[in-house]
């Protein structure tokens, strides 16, 4: 069966057809570049997504004839709050003293916000839906292809030494986000196969997906990711039971469940070391048995695509159809029970309960990667939610800062370990935005979450329910992770609420806004992206520096490092260089000055009063004021701590510069 929507684009000219397709094809272009350029996590990453929307939003405004057809009060429930949140964001540099922290916070938010007003601005329409579950389940099957064969064929695809070789990551950095994605793309992939509505292709392509989307999840032994996933599935069937899942599950369980197994027994590719002779050849059987899953699902689900047509000639009452569901609930129900009682889910709940509140790593006594699916540790999350809470407390109306938690961590952490965010969404906005920036958050994916839940109704909920579902399983994720952090996995969300939150209208107006409104409006685009733009412009020079300072070339490292203050004054990096490399150069006030810069931007990071140390040092001045106040900003690190040791046991200009010109350079 061809849908009606892919039946209009065949009668459409190429114009046409690029105006109704390309937003959904800017989606995957932004997932796949976001999740190559390790989640969006850096700022590089951000500001071009920024820029990119932009440019979209700029060209809908000046070209479409009514570039606002879906702006109501629905798309405003979590528009205006998330625009207040960016705004807020950025205000909060005037409390924390870090600018650049809160320029680089606020980039993210105003990607976020323009995925949702762009895709807010197109007309609810569940082909507009259908689309975007067509255009993420490709991206993400994509950058998973991509991680699986990395993993199981390192010969391939060869992964930096950056990421974690005993759990997959590559190209996102961070297994739980690659998880969290293949969990997306299963859902999806589950509701293109068992959608009646939907083409042949695109139903028998989902299916061929599915083995390598469960081989990636295992392989990134994320239990959040699994549990998510688990859920996803589960919520789907319930939520979406249309005519085609049960074919649609027949063709897909069976091979990846196979596929799964096959990923989890490859104990070889969970190792420290999976590029060994043995790992390979491990890995290409994996790779043969995977191909196999999906050409077998892919062929399987071509054959019931038969059976679906005759359920869809089937005439189904409504009494009939209530009570078909009344019977497969009572089945899926007593199957669960059954599950319960056979592997004491009560007893077990109790037991890994208690083990998460008790804390800790979560290996295995065994060593083995694999066996940490089974334990309950909270691994640290605990101690984050701590730190963050206690943040909380001491500033709970505004909060400590936009992106402060890592400088709040490293000064009160419990244990010696490098963490950046607090693992938990709303800990964390609490901590740096206070109170207003909860509330302000809430709204808005309050907002979105139930405008997806109301568009999850009737005959073409398929589509619909999927993006709700992948909504509910991103809401639970972000409160237990980082994913906010990583617009590859997050920007998918923004988009969906921008489609669900869109007003109906069917006709579209023969008047679209003035010329003077759609050049007020474009001006204001290009201004909120004059940051983002600052912020990428900056980076790029910064990045130079850096591979310049690590090359010991400190004159072409200090002319990029002007060039990134010349495009963004706000950023401390450039100013650590400048200093370092003055220092290196015997310019000694001026390296006092710049590193003084440095830590006047980010004054609560011990690294930059721990760089002053040393440049003071260096030039024969007191460094021992600064030490310390690195070391107490940081009590728990190591270099800190040894520089104001040593500092302590001599008075003389001369050694001070001899410690000091020995001294560690942080994160060199």
């Avoid at 996590?41 to 979209?56: N, Q, S």
């Avoid at 997959?168 to 589950?190: H, K, R």
């Amino acid at each position: 069966m061809i849908s009606s929507n892919v039946q209009k684009l065949r009668g459409e000219g190429v114009w046409a057809r690029l105006a109704r397709v390309g937003p959904f094809l800017l989606v995957a272009v932004l997932v796949v570049y976001l999740a190559f350029r390790a989640g969006g996590f850096y700022r590089d990453g951000t500001a071009t997504a920024v820029l990119i929307l932009a440019v979209a939003l700029l060209l809908r405004i000046g070209l479409a004839r009514d570039p606002f057809r879906g702006y109501g009060r629905r798309l405003a429930a979590a528009a205006v709050p998330l625009a207040l949140l960016a705004g807020w964001t950025l205000a909060s540099a005037m409390w924390s003293d870090s600018p650049g922290r809160a320029v680089d916070e606020f980039d993210r938010t105003l990607l976020y916000l323009l995925a949702l007003a762009f895709f807010g601005s197109f007309s609810w329409s569940s082909a507009r839906a259908r689309w975007l579950v067509r255009a993420s389940a490709l991206a993400i099957t994509v950058v998973c292809i991509a991680a699986f064969v990395s993993r199981a064929a390192p010969d391939l695809i060869e992964v930096s030494a950056g990421h974690i070789p005993a759990r997959l990551s590559f190209p996102l950095t961070y297994w739980n986000t690659l998880a969290l994605m293949a969990a997306f793309g299963i859902v999806l992939s589950l509701s293109l196969g068992g959608d009646e509505r939907e083409s042949a292709p695109a139903r028998v392509l989902s299916a061929a997906a599915m083995p390598v989307l469960g081989a990636t999840l295992v392989l990134t032994f994320s239990r959040g990711g699994l549990a998510v996933a688990a859920a996803g599935l589960v919520l789907y069937v319930v939520f979406a039971h249309t005519r085609g899942l049960l074919t649609g599950l027949l063709a897909v369980a069976p091979l990846t469940a196979i596929a799964v197994v096959r990923a989890y027994d490859a104990d070889l590719l969970a190792t420290r070391d999976p590029t060994t002779p043995a790992a390979v050849a491990q890995g290409h059987a994996l790779a043969v048995v995977v191909l196999f899953c999906s050409l077998g699902a892919a062929a399987l689900r071509l054959a019931l695509l038969l059976i679906d047509r005759r359920l869809g000639a089937v005439a189904m009452t409504p009494a009939r159809r209530r009570s078909l569901l009344a019977t497969a609930l009572g089945i899926f129900v007593l199957g669960g029970l059954i599950a319960v009682v056979a592997v004491d889910l009560p007893g077990r709940l109790d037991q890994e309960s208690a083990e998460f509140v008790r804390g800790g790593a979560t290996e295995a006594s065994s060593g083995r990667t694999r066996d940490r699916l089974a334990s309950g540790s909270d691994n640290g999350r605990l101690d984050n939610w701590r730190v963050a809470r206690d943040s909380f407390r001491r500033a709970s109306v505004k909060g400590r800062g936009a992106a402060t938690y890592e400088t709040e961590w490293a000064q009160h952490r419990p244990i010696n370990a490098h963490v950046v965010d607090a693992h938990s969404l709303y800990f964390e906005t609490a901590a740096e935005l206070g109170l207003a920036g909860l509330l302000l958050l809430g709204a808005t994916v309050i907002s979105i979450t139930l405008g997806l839940a109301w568009a999850a109704r009737g005959p073409n909920r398929a589509p619909w329910v999927a993006l709700f579902v992948c909504a509910l399983m991103w809401l639970i994720r972000a409160g237990f992770d980082w994913d906010w952090e990583m617009p590859a996995a997050t920007v998918g969300f923004f988009a969906a609420g921008g489609l669900g939150l869109a007003a109906r209208r069917e006709a579209q107006s023969h008047r679209g806004p003035r010329s003077m409104a759609r050049i007020l409006l474009c001006l204001g685009v290009m201004a909120l992206s004059l940051l983002p733009l600052g912020s990428w412009l900056s980076q790029r020079s910064l990045e130079r520096a850096n591979r310049e300072f690590n090359r010991g070339r400190c004159p072409e490292a200090i002319a990029s490092a002007l060039n990134s203050t010349r495009y963004l004054n706000a950023y401390p990096e450039p100013f650590e260089i400048l200093g370092y490399c003055d220092a290196r150069l015997a310019e000694k006030d001026l390296s006092v000055r710049m590193m003084r810069a440095a830590s006047e931007r980010d004054p609560r990071n011990w690294r930059y009063h721990y760089g002053l140390a040393i440049v003071r040092g260096v030039a024969r001045l007191d460094p021992r004021p600064e030490a310390e106040r690195a070391r107490h900003l940081n009590p728990r690190g190591g270099i800190a701590q040894a520089l104001v040791r040593e500092l302590s046991s001599v008075e003389s200009r001369k050694d001070w510069e001899k410690i000091a010109r020995k001294a560690p350079i942080p994160g060199r």
